[in-house]
């Protein structure tokens, strides 16, 4: 899996020295839950989101993202809530974070070769395998914290 991981980054640099993408903190407040995803290729349990493509705003490619990867479709504008360095991924790499929380879900999400699992998650009992950075971001904006620069 790491391998797999490894080459997709190289094709992606290779496609797009720069890379930028949008990241939706999906949130029901009625049942104060938030959407998560796990990928069929990394570990964890991650904010939904992905690249920015050429030709698209941050706010498109976040609308995209969301229908492709947990069936939502925005009834209202996302709100920006910070952009992070993302070192992990590449020295090039930022991430926008979005706060969603007028939306609908059009159909629960069906597995397929990108998502493995897309479901809401109380925000007191997160899967043990939310990523750390997903932790991090559900923090800054329901609890408060220091944003952080990184990702």
Do not use: C, K
Not at 15 to 27: D, E, I, S, W, Y
Not at 56 to 68: D, F, V
């Amino acid at each position: 899996m790491r391998l797999r991981v490894r080459l997709f980054h190289l094709w992606f640099l290779l496609r797009r020295p720069m890379t930028l993408g949008a990241r939706g903190v999906v949130f029901d407040a009625q049942r104060r839950a938030v959407l998560l995803v796990r990928h069929t290729y990394v570990a964890g349990w991650q904010l939904p989101g992905g690249g920015v493509e050429p030709g698209e705003t941050l706010e498109t490619a976040l609308e995209r993202e969301l229908a492709e990867e947990g069936n939502i479709a925005l009834t209202g504008a996302p709100v920006l809530q910070s952009i992070h360095f993302n070192r992990q991924a590449s020295r090039r790499d930022h991430v926008a974070v979005y706060l969603v929380t007028a939306f609908r879900q059009t159909s629960t999400h069906v597995p397929d070769r990108e998502i493995a699992e897309a479901r809401f998650f109380t925000l007191d009992a997160l899967p043990e395998e939310t990523t750390a950075a997903t932790r991090r971001r559900l923090a800054e904006i329901f609890e408060g914290a220091a944003v952080s620069p990184e990702w």
